[in-house]
Each structure stands twice: as structure tokens, then as C-alpha cells.
């Protein structure tokens, strides 16, 4: 393949072949849940349980396994904050080549961690993808190593393909398979796996609403780079999608639609809730757009890519709380009361009458419309949902005592 060549069939047969025993061959996963609530057959590719935790190291060992022996004796670098790091990282112990990866200074700790673990060197340089990418490729120029692109390499879109083929043998009746898409090599191989084998199959490509340069791109016909704020799915966070991918997604890719951030979290939380799957943010954009009605699944066999579950844990528990408040399991009750003995007694009886678990409780007596001989409390509650949280509201208006509702 050169450079700048769209991958056949065969080429994303012989990734299969060149990555066989390094990578996890992922589970399709049927939800019954899913397939009731959105009215189809759905299915989710696993990539959260890949080597590495995400897709990335497919494309990283296929790409690195092309390399002359010249070139492994140089080593590699690559530009990353996060999966493509640790799949380059991972793919280059595994080959036994030296690898340097360089990161924005920034990035999340767990993440530098993560790429050490694999040996690979650690540059932390610049304050953002960009910023490090002009430092990576002025390292290539110093040491000769080959720079490992992330997304825009026929290589590496062959081997994320491997996931399209894997999908069509384990359910040769697919109709429509979902993706997450950032630069675009995820979508393009698996779209390129899928229809070169069954051009009936409809291919859906899911962005962040904040970060859809893709999108854009097919639209214009030509690169275009289109950020209106940043987004928690940064895996899928790219400014310029690839000449390469750019082709094969106006091509190949039936439809690229947006999500915003909140239905992101609702996703993530729904599928660890239901499924009991930890994606990170951009692996549940399939999810996030079917509940959104984004997409026409209904009636169809879908399959939805879980592309990674390297979830920042901090962000994942955020995401949880705010997803509880948005689905009424989790509501803020404010409540002005006298300072009298026996109050939040009653209070704390009439939410756990109704079932409702008192998560936390803090006591505000300084806040200025804290009128004199009166006490604010708050109740954080662990309800089932909204007509739950209904029923509360009505036992508090029964007792007489004015509150407010968050959450």
C-alpha cells in the first residue's frame, strides 16, 4: 500500500493475519434492554475489552509490523494524550521496537502511566495535540524515527477494519453498524470491511457536537476544521480529520450525526447501569445517538461500536452523579426550616416513609437568606426516577415546609 491508497478487501485480510495473537478478538454482545428501548436488534462490539482497553492497538500493530528492519532499529514515535499512545506503545513492546511518544503536558496522569507501563519513553511537551505534534515531528527530523500517524495511514485504517470483518462473521445479517468517529480511521476500515463485503449494510458515524470537523469536511468536500468548545469525549476529540479517511467517509459512510456532551454521559451511564459496560465517553456515542433518535435503527440488527474504556475516573464519577440528577435517581433538596428540636427528625422520616435514601445531608446556618431562627439544610436523595421523586415532593408539601429542587 502507499501512502495515500484506500485499503482493499485483501489488505484488511492480511491485518487480520499480521495482528493475530497480539490482539483480543472481541465479544458482540446482544442487549435485550437496548433492543426493547430502541425498538431493534442491538448488538455492541466490545473494543472496551481490547488490549490496551481501546481499538487503537489494532491499527498500531499492523502499521508497526510493515516496518523494514532498518526501521525498527530506529524506532518509532507517535503523537498522543491517550489511546493511540498506549496502542503504539503496546504494539512496539510487543515487536520489540523502541517507541517515544510524545504528550501534551497536560495530560491526565493515569494516561503517562498507562504508556510508561508498555516502556515505551515519555516526552510531555506542549499545551495541547497540536503544540505536541510540532515537537513529535521535529524529533523525526533529529532522530530518524518513523512518526506513527494516528488516524490518516492506510495501514492503520486496515487494521481498524479487522473489527468490520469481525463484526459480519459473527453476525452475518448486519444491518447497520454504529462508530464513533474522530480523524476517521475507525470508521473508515470498518465501513470499508463492511460494504466491500455487503454494500447493503448502513453505516452510521457519531461525533461530538462541539468537535464535528468530519462531519463538516464531508459536507464541504474538503478538509475543515470546525470547534465550537471542548467535549468530554476527548477520544474522538480531532480538529482535521485525514485526506484518507476524508475519502473513504464520503464514500463509504452512509451518515455522520452529532451528540452533545450530556447525551455522551447519559450513554456512559446507561451502559454501565444496564449493560454493566465502562466505555470511555466516545465509545458511548453510538448509544448516544440512537437515544437521541439521531439515527433510524428501528427494526434493524445494529451493531454499535464500543471503541474504548479507558474512562478517566475522576470524569467518570461526575459523569455518574450528573446522569443520576438528569434520570431523577439522584435530587437536591433544599429546605428552610425552624431551628427547632425534632424538625429534620420529621423530615428525614417522611423521605425514608417513601423509600427514598438520604445520601448526604449539610447543614447551612451562615448563608445570608438564612433567616434568624431558622436553619438551611440540604438532602441528597437516592431515588428509582421521576414519579418516585414525585411521590417525595408530595410528602414534603404535606408536611408544610417550603424547599426547592435541583437535580
Known amino acids: 500500500m502507499g501512502s495515500f491508497e484506500i485499503p482493499t478487501l485483501q489488505d484488511i485480510w492480511r491485518a487480520t493475519e499480521s495482528i493475530k495473537g497480539h490482539v483480543n478478538r472481541t465479544p458482540l454482545d446482544y442487549s435485550k434492554t437496548f433492543s426493547d428501548m430502541l425498538n431493534s436488534q442491538v448488538y455492541f462490539k466490545l473494543e472496551n475489552l481490547q488490549k490496551t482497553g481501546s481499538f487503537k492497538v489494532r491499527g498500531a500493530l499492523h502499521k508497526l509490523s510493515s516496518l523494514s528492519e532498518g526501521e525498527r532499529k530506529i524506532g518509532v514515535i507517535a503523537v498522543s494524550a491517550g489511546n493511540h499512545a498506549q496502542g503504539v506503545a503496546y504494539a512496539a513492546k510487543m515487536l520489540g521496537i523502541s517507541a517515544k511518544i510524545v504528550m501534551p503536558e497536560f495530560t491526565v496522569p493515569a494516561k503517562v502511566n498507562a504508556v510508561m507501563g508498555y516502556d515505551a519513553q515519555v516526552v510531555l511537551k506542549g499545551k495541547d495535540y497540536n503544540e505536541a505534534r510540532e515537537h513529535a515531528l521535529s524529533l523525526v527530523k533529529e532522530e530518524g524515527r518513523v512518526f506513527i500517524e494516528g488516524f490518516n495511514?492506510?495501514?492503520?485504517?486496515?487494521?481498524?477494519?479487522?473489527?468490520?470483518?469481525?463484526?459480519?462473521?459473527d453476525l452475518k445479517d448486519t444491518e447497520a453498524i454504529v462508530v464513533p468517529v474522530g480523524g476517521g480511521g475507525l470508521i473508515s476500515g470498518i465501513a470499508l470491511a463492511a460494504k466491500y463485503q455487503n454494500p447493503s449494510v448502513k453505516v452510521y458515524g457519531v461525533q461530538s457536537e462541539l468537535i464535528d470537523s468530519m462531519k463538516k469536511s464531508v459536507e464541504s468536500g474538503n478538509i475543515t476544521s470546525h470547534v465550537t468548545g471542548e467535549t468530554i469525549a476527548d477520544g474522538i476529540a480531532i480538529k482535521y480529520p485525514g485526506d484518507v479517511t476524508l475519502e473513504i467517509c464520503r464514500k463509504y459512510v452512509d451518515q455522520i450525526v452529532t451528540v452533545s456532551d450530556e447525551s455522551l454521559a447519559l450513554g456512559l451511564f446507561k451502559?454501565?447501569?444496564?449493560?454493566?459496560?465502562?466505555?470511555?465517553?466516545?465509545?458511548?456515542?453510538?448509544?448516544?445517538?440512537?437515544?437521541?433518535?439521531?439515527?433510524?435503527?428501528?427494526?434493524?440488527?445494529?451493531?454499535?461500536?464500543?471503541?474504548?474504556?479507558?474512562?478517566?475516573?475522576?470524569?467518570?464519577?461526575?459523569?455518574?452523579?450528573?446522569?443520576?440528577?438528569?434520570?431523577?435517581?439522584?435530587?437536591?433538596?433544599?429546605?428552610?426550616?425552624?431551628?427547632?428540636?425534632?424538625?429534620?427528625?420529621?423530615?428525614?422520616?417522611?423521605?425514608?416513609?417513601v423509600g427514598g435514601n438520604i445520601y448526604h445531608a449539610e447543614v447551612d446556618n451562615l448563608s445570608e437568606d438564612t433567616p434568624v431562627g431558622y436553619q438551611t439544610i440540604t438532602f441528597s436523595v437516592n431515588l428509582r426516577g421521576p414519579d418516585h421523586a414525585k411521590t417525595l415532593m408530595k410528602k414534603l408539601e404535606n408536611l408544610g415546609y417550603k424547599f426547592k429542587v435541583s437535580g
Open 153 to 169: 495511514d492506510p495501514w492503520i485504517i486496515s487494521g481498524q477494519g479487522t473489527i468490520g470483518l469481525e463484526i459480519l462473521e
Open 271 to 353: 451502559l454501565l447501569e444496564r449493560n454493566k459496560i465502562l466505555a470511555e465517553p466516545s465509545g458511548a456515542a453510538p448509544l448516544a445517538a440512537a437515544l437521541e433518535k439521531k439515527i433510524d435503527i428501528s427494526g434493524k440488527k445494529t451493531v454499535m461500536v464500543v471503541s474504548g474504556g479507558n474512562a478517566n475516573l475522576l470524569l467518570l464519577s461526575k459523569i455518574i452523579y450528573k446522569s443520576m440528577e438528569m434520570e431523577k435517581q439522584l435530587v437536591r433538596i433544599e429546605l428552610k426550616i425552624p431551628d427547632r428540636p425534632g424538625t429534620l427528625q420529621r423530615i428525614a422520616s417522611s423521605i425514608s416513609e
